[in-house]
Every structure is written in structure tokens, then in C-alpha cells.
């Protein structure tokens, strides 16, 4: 080979190769300079806990080899410090049930794994108070848990503001009139003090009328007879024709069957007018029905212990008017997102995507943590396909129990084996991601 050729080959070849590592070099630093994106999830029940974990967890299966770590940031804001499991909460209002320990544990210490891995993770105690779609940014009140010093600290300690790319909004729904502690009461210390106070008033109580018969009353009214028997008068109100409305004939005729033979007084197509607490720590009830009083005057019904258990408010009294329905369940868009608010999403309670209930919900946060994650790399989401099926379980007392998939119902004995323990052995694989 001629020496100029060879010259102007090797020539061709430094320069190519140069040019080659000059640009590999240049794309690595383009990748490493690229600003780290922020996810928030508020939220510290299922739905919060769920969709962090599946990010967290599948983060390398979708982004690549790095797992994540230096493409976003992960902070889960929760006004309680411990997860509370609602789901036994019918039967943890019992004295001796279940142990505080079975029912409330700490959320920070179950995503540590992932900050001792390298991924940038970081827990916020706090309750959100204002959303900015403009800026991007939320507003909280009452920090004080959080495991490092996150961006946007407010003047003062309490109150705080967090810029995000991307928003998660799960933060659930309470009861409407209710003392008990059937969901979260605000924060750990306020819930696990309603619990302990409705074991105390429960254990005391002669009699106690539950209103509301849905699956939360209808359970709660049951646990409390097959606990006490005979000790304890249980009154079950419904101001409907039947019990657990939505659901098959046959599966709540069943049920009915099956509380009243318990002992459960049910009192059918009767409603609760008023409510007047008396000086002996007493309720008395003012009620109306076609059974009620032949006179048809209003009757008055005095109880040691009242127990509301009907109705639901979604928790989104941060939102501002327009991302609202007239219920205010948070608006959705085909992939679980807010309509108008870029980089918003919401599932759980505080939408009406599906029914709230625990597996409809678990469904939404896979589609969820996949959704962010194919955002993170670039690519399409997927719609959201709402939930065509219906499930349900309803325990009755400890022995007895009915449910239902679509029009077909469970046989009992299966569903007290399922629902035993009322998930509770859940917990500790709910809060560290072991279950998902």
C-alpha cells in the first residue's frame, strides 16, 4: 500500500474515532447534565404506598441499567407518619382484637431500602393544603417528619412549598359524620386516639345502634354481636329497603339472613332525623319510618354508643374549584390524569374512576407506576381502562361471611378462610413492598 494512502487512511481512522468518542463522551455528559425529574405522591394509604413502591421497584426494568438513580427524585408527602389499616377497622373498634402494632406502622421505615440503594428518596410528614398547576408546585402544612431537607422550605417550619414535574394526588376519602375511626382522623396520633377511645366506649356500651348499612355498618354491627352475644343490644339502621345497596339481590338478602341471625336488631326503610348527645355521655336518636310509630309521630331512641357509618367525602379540599366534579372526586382524563393541570394525576378514593375498594385500587397504581415510568423514558402512556367487573367481601362476625364476583357469589366458607384476619398479616408487606 502506497505510504500517502496509508497516511490518508490513518488520517480517516483518528479522525472518525476521535469524533466517536468525542460524541459518546459528550451524549454520556448530556445524559449525566440532564435535570433529575421530581415525582410527588401525596398521600399514606393503598393507593400512595402501592404506586411509590411499583415505581421504586420497577424503576430499572423501564429506565435501564441505572435503576433510575440520577433521572428522578421520589417524595411521598403523608399527614400520617404511620399506615393505618382501615380495612380491620370494623372489627378493630373491639376491645382485644387486634394490637396497635397489627393496625398502625411506621411508613419511612419500609422505603428506607431504596435511599440506602442510591435512589433519591425522601418522606415528608405533612398535609397538603394548596395546589398551583401554573407553577407546578403544592403547598403544605405541619412538616415534620421528613428524612432530609427537601428544595422550596418555607419561612417557617409548618408550612412549606414542593416543586414537582410529576404529581400523584391519592389522598383517599374520610367519613362524612363520624368520631370513628373507620379511615384516618388527620393524622397517626388523632387516629390510634379515636380507636383507643371507641374500644373504651364499645367495652362500656349496653346498647349500640349503627347507622348506616352499608358494607362498613353491616360488618361493624356484626362483629360487635358475634364479640359480646347477649351482653350487648346491636341495632343495625338502614334507610333503605334492604342492606348493602348496589350489590346482587341474593347477595344481600344473604347477608341480611345472616346478621339477623346473630342477634343484629335491623331496622329496615328507617331514617335517622336528628341526633342529640345527653348529659350521661348518651345519644338519642330521633327517628322516622314506616315502622317506627303507628301514630306516625317521630320516635326517640336512646343509646349508650351511636355509631354513623354511612358516607364518604373525598379529601380534596386542597384542589381548586375547576379540577373538581360537583361530588368533589378530583377530574380525570383517559390516563388518570387531571384535565388542565399539566403533570397531574390522581387515583384512589378521591377520584370515581371505579369503586372505592382495596382491588380496584390496586389495579389503578400498576397502571399508574407504569404510566410515570414510560414518562420518564419518553414514551406514550397508556389509557386507563376503567374497571368492567365487580368484586366484593363482606365479613360477618368471625364464622360467616358472603361475597361476590359479578353475579356470582362466593361460597361463605371461602370467603371466612380469605378474609379471616382481615388482612392484617398485609401490613407489614404493604408499608416495605414486599407484598406488590
Avoid at 451524549?27 to 400512595?48: D, E
Avoid at 440503594?117 to 401554573?134: H, K, N, R, Y
Avoid at 403544592?138 to 428524612?147: A, P, Q, R, T
Wanted: avoid cysteine; hydrophobic fraction near 40%.
Amino acid at each position: 500500500m502506497p505510504a500517502y494512502l496509508y497516511q490518508s487512511l490513518l488520517a480517516v481512522f483518528h479522525w472518525f474515532t476521535a469524533y466517536y468518542f468525542q460524541s459518546a463522551t459528550l451524549g454520556s455528559s448530556l445524559l449525566a447534565s440532564a435535570p433529575t425529574k421530581h415525582i410527588v405522591i401525596v398521600g399514606g394509604s393503598f393507593s400512595a404506598l402501592h404506586t411509590a413502591h411499583r415505581i421504586l421497584k420497577n424503576a430499572k426494568s423501564v429506565l435501564g441499567s441505572r435503576g433510575g438513580k440520577g433521572q428522578f427524585k421520589l417524595t411521598l408527602v403523608s399527614r400520617d407518619s404511620h399506615f393505618y389499616w382501615n380495612l380491620a377497622s370494623p372489627r378493630a373498634i373491639i376491645p382485644g382484637q387486634f394490637t396497635d402494632e397489627q393496625m398502625s406502622q411506621p411508613i419511612a421505615e419500609g422505603f428506607r431500602r431504596y435511599s440506602d440503594a442510591g435512589q433519591p428518596f425522601e418522606f415528608v410528614l405533612a398535609s397538603i393544603t394548596g395546589l398551583d398547576a401554573g407553577a407546578k408546585r403544592i403547598e403544605l402544612v405541619g412538616v415534620g417528619g421528613g428524612e432530609e431537607e427537601g428544595e422550596g422550605e418555607g419561612d417557617d417550619h409548618n408550612r412549606r412549598t414542593l416543586d414537582y414535574d410529576f404529581l400523584v394526588l391519592a389522598t383517599g376519602a374520610s367519613q362524612k359524620v363520624s368520631e370513628v375511626p373507620f379511615k384516618s382522623m388527620g393524622s397517626t396520633e388523632a387516629t390510634m386516639a379515636a380507636l383507643h377511645d371507641m374500644q373504651n366506649r364499645v367495652g362500656r356500651a349496653k346498647t349500640v345502634v349503627v347507622v348506616g348499612a352499608g358494607p362498613t355498618g353491616v360488618e361493624t354491627a356484626a362483629e360487635i354481636k358475634f364479640a359480646y352475644g347477649d351482653k350487648k343490644e346491636v341495632i343495625l339502621i338502614s334507610s333503605l329497603g334492604s342492606i348493602l345497596p348496589g350489590r346482587p339481590e341474593k347477595v344481600a338478602r344473604a347477608a341480611l339472613q345472616k346478621v339477623r341471625a346473630l342477634g343484629v336488631d335491623v331496622r329496615l326503610s328507617t331514617r335517622v332525623l336528628n341526633t342529640k348527645q345527653l348529659e350521661d355521655g348518651r345519644t338519642e336518636l330521633t327517628l322516622d319510618g314506616p315502622g317506627v310509630d303507628d301514630s306516625g309521630d317521630d320516635a326517640r331512641m336512646v343509646t349508650d354508643l351511636h355509631i354513623p357509618a354511612y358516607g364518604e367525602t373525598p379529601n380534596s379540599f386542597y384542589m381548586p374549584r375547576e379540577f373538581l366534579d360537583k361530588d368533589g372526586h378530583i377530574l380525570t382524563g383517559d390516563y388518570l390524569d387531571v384535565p388542565g393541570a399539566d403533570g397531574v394525576y390522581a387515583l384512589g378514593d378521591v377520584t370515581n374512576v371505579d369503586p372505592a375498594q382495596f382491588v380496584y385500587m390496586d389495579v389503578q397504581t400498576k397502571h399508574m407506576a407504569k404510566n410515570l415510568l414510560l414518562a420518564l423514558a419518553g414514551k406514550p402512556l397508556k389509557p386507563y381502562k376503567p374497571a368492567t367487573w365487580a368484586i366484593f367481601g363482606l365479613q360477618i362476625g368471625r364464622n360467616d361471611s358472603t361475597g361476590h364476583f359479578n353475579s356470582i357469589q362466593f361460597p361463605y366458607w371461602l370467603m371466612v378462610w380469605v378474609r379471616k384476619n382481615l388482612y392484617t398479616e398485609w401490613l407489614p408487606g404493604t408499608i416495605d413492598g414486599s407484598r406488590l
